[in-house]
């Protein structure tokens, strides 16, 4: 079944650690996506990439840092100087050609 | 730039009542507007999509939505609600091809909807 795989499912981090999540996906598509999600603050975009090596920040960058070394692939990772990063972590693709972005499970991201 | 409203943070609704949840957007440019269903701990679904043609859309479960321009609205509905629909509903909006912001979307802080038998 085609899909995008976030993994691990839960993830804790310690302080001063940082820490990558996985997305991997095997749609075909082109674009890839992002996004952290707070109670009652709705999708928030982290980092977004429209093509192989090359991402763009999205409006919480800091903190986070992005690759997309394969159409498949697009880790994030949270360093240390993201001071406040307990929260859902979901990642996104669409065909470029298409608005309709499809997510993955999300990763729960909590800090020891 | 976009944003979306979501007017109601919570709405508890009996099995078998109607339900709407209602958003509204602010935009300087046309825009396409979506709704997506999210069931705990799990990622986004979307529900239907609105990019042009008929302002009444249908999508998935029986959910439809209608976009109403000059009121900027794009309000959610379902006749008759069951318990499964139980879930977080988020409104979102992305800008057509050419107008900047291409394939990205804002989302509202969402709804949850709470079906109670």
């Known amino acids: 079944d085609g899909g995008i795989t976030q993994s691990p499912k839960y993830l804790f981090r310690k302080e001063g650690q940082n820490v990558t999540l996985s997305c991997e996906q095997n749609l075909n598509h082109d674009a890839m996506y992002w996004y952290r999600q707070d109670p009652g603050q709705g999708l928030r975009l982290i980092y977004y990439s429209q093509i192989v090596n090359d991402f763009q920040k999205g409006d919480i960058a800091e903190g986070y840092s992005v690759s997309r070394e394969k159409k498949e692939s697009f880790p994030l990772t949270v360093t240390s100087a993201q001071k406040n990063p307990t929260a859902f972590y979901l990642c996104?693709?669409?065909?470029?050609?298409?608005?309709?972005?499809?997510f993955g499970a999300g990763t729960r991201l909590s800090v020891l | 730039a976009q944003s979306v409203t979501q007017l109601d943070s919570q709405v508890p609704v009996f099995e078998e009542a109607p339900v709407e949840l209602r958003c509204n957007y602010s935009s300087s440019v046309s825009v396409y507007l979506f709704w997506y269903v999210q069931y705990p701990n799990q990622g986004l679904q979307l529900l239907l999509k609105?990019?042009?043609?008929?302002?009444l859309v249908k999508g998935i479960n029986g959910f439809e939505a209608e976009f109403n321009k000059s009121q900027t609205s794009f309000h959610l509905r379902k006749p008759s609600v069951h318990i499964s629909d139980t879930a977080e509903y988020f409104c979102a909006v992305s800008a057509p091809p050419g107008t900047g912001g291409y394939n990205k979307l804002i989302f509202g802080a969402g709804t949850r909807l709470a079906v109670h038998p």
């Open positions: 609105y990019l042009s043609g008929s302002t």
């Open positions: 996104a693709s669409n065909r470029d050609s298409s608005y309709i972005q499809y």
